[in-house]
């Protein structure tokens, strides 16, 4: 019996991937975040959040405009 595959998006085109982006760039740039507070051992809880809300933005922003540039 052949296995027939059944896809309902186009390829190359997931509707999750800003939000794969957000989450990817948050938890690198928290990583980041908490590598620059073990260096420097000041500020805290605030470098962290600054740097994960950071790098979730700019995943976000970059997984969105990859996705218009595919679609134009």
Do not use: E, F, H
Not at 52 to 59: D, N
Request: glycine content about 20%; charged content about 15%.
């Amino acid at each position: 019996m052949s296995r027939r595959r059944i896809s309902s998006l186009p390829t190359g085109k997931a509707p999750w991937d800003p939000l794969n982006g957000l989450r990817i760039g948050a938890l690198a740039g928290g990583l980041l975040g908490a590598s620059t507070v073990a260096l420097i051992g000041s500020g805290g809880v605030w470098v962290v959040l600054t740097g994960a809300a950071a790098g979730g933005a700019i995943g976000y922003w970059t997984q969105k405009r990859q996705m218009s540039d595919r679609d134009g």
